[in-house]
C-alpha cells in the first residue's frame, strides 16, 4: 500500500518551455503533499507544500510564479515549472501523507528535469 | 528551528555485517517524530522507520533498528546482516508538532557502500 507514481519520470526540454509533473497517490487520499528539489550529491530542498483545494504554501526563497503547484484532488498534485531555463535543471520529487503524526510521507520516484 | 545533523558522509560495510548511522537531532518541541529513508542510485526514497518522541521502546523494522536515545538526542539506524542491496543514501528526518507534523526536515545523508 501507500504507492506514489510521479510521472513522467525524466524530461529533456529547451530553454523558455513549461514543464508539468503530475504525482498522484494511488492507493490512498493524500491530505497533504510535497514537492521537493534535490540537487546532485546533495539532500532534499522542500519546495512547498500543498493540501487539497487551498494555494500551496512556498518555502522561503522559492518563486510561486515560477513553480506552479496545483492540488485539484485528494489523489493528484501537480508541479509546473514554467519558461524552464537550464538552472532549473534539477531531481524533483513529490510526497503524500495521510493525517496522523506517526505517519511517514511516501515518495514518487522523482522526475529528472534537464533544460537544454 | 529543527536540524537533523548527520555526520558521516559515508559508511564501508563487508557483507553480513552490521553498520550504524549516525544523526542526531536539534528542536525545542517536545513532540516529534524521527524518519529514515533510504534512496538508492535511481533515485525513489523508500521508508524504513519511525520512532515517535514518546515511544519507550526502540523501533524495529526486519534488519533496521532505530538507536534512539532521547536524552543525547540522537536516532541512529542500525543495519543488521547488510546485504549489498543496501548500498544507497540513507537520510535521517525529523517532523515537529509546531508544523503540524507536516514538513519533513532532510539531514544531508550517508551514502553506505556494501561489499562482497
Known amino acids: 500500500g501507500a504507492v506514489v507514481s510521479q510521472h513522467p519520470s525524466r524530461v529533456i526540454c529547451k530553454s523558455g518551455t513549461s514543464v508539468k509533473i503530475e504525482c498522484r497517490s494511488l492507493d490512498f487520499q493524500a491530505t497533504t503533499m510535497f514537492w521537493y528539489r534535490q540537487f546532485p550529491k546533495k539532500s532534499l530542498m522542500l519546495m512547498a507544500t500543498s493540501n487539497e483545494g487551498s494555494k500551496a504554501t512556498y518555502e522561503q526563497g522559492v518563486e510561486k510564479d515560477k513553480f506552479l503547484i496545483n492540488h485539484a484532488s485528494l489523489t493528484l498534485s501537480t508541479l509546473t515549472v514554467t519558461s524552464a531555463h537550464p538552472e532549473d535543471s534539477s531531481f524533483y520529487i513529490c510526497?503524500?501523507?495521510?493525517?496522523?503524526?506517526?505517519?511517514?510521507?511516501?515518495f514518487g520516484d522523482g522526475t529528472r528535469l534537464s533544460i537544454l | 528551528a529543527q536540524k537533523i545533523t548527520q555526520t558521516q558522509p559515508g559508511m564501508f560495510v563487508q557483507e553480513k555485517e552490521a553498520v550504524t548511522l549516525d544523526c542526531t537531532y536539534d528542536t525545542s518541541d517536545q513532540s516529534y517524530g524521527l524518519f529514515w529513508y533510504k534512496q538508492p542510485s535511481s533515485g525513489e526514497m523508500i521508508f524504513l522507520i519511525y520512532?515517535?518522541?514518546?515511544?519507550?521502546q526502540n523501533a524495529t523494522e526486519g534488519r533496521y533498528s532505530l538507536n534512539f536515545q532521547k536524552a543525547r538526542k540522537s536516532a541512529n539506524l542500525v543495519i543488521s546482516a547488510s546485504q549489498l542491496g543496501d548500498s544507497a543514501m540513507y537520510f535521517c528526518?525529523?517532523?515537529?508538532?509546531?508544523?503540524?507534523?507536516?514538513?519533513?526536515?532532510f539531514g544531508t545523508g550517508t551514502r553506505l557502500l556494501v561489499s562482497p
Open positions: 510526497s503524500a501523507m495521510t493525517g496522523g503524526s506517526n505517519q511517514p510521507q511516501h
Open positions: 528526518a525529523m517532523r515537529v508538532s509546531s508544523t503540524g507534523f507536516q514538513k519533513l526536515v
Open positions: 520512532q515517535g518522541s514518546y515511544d519507550e
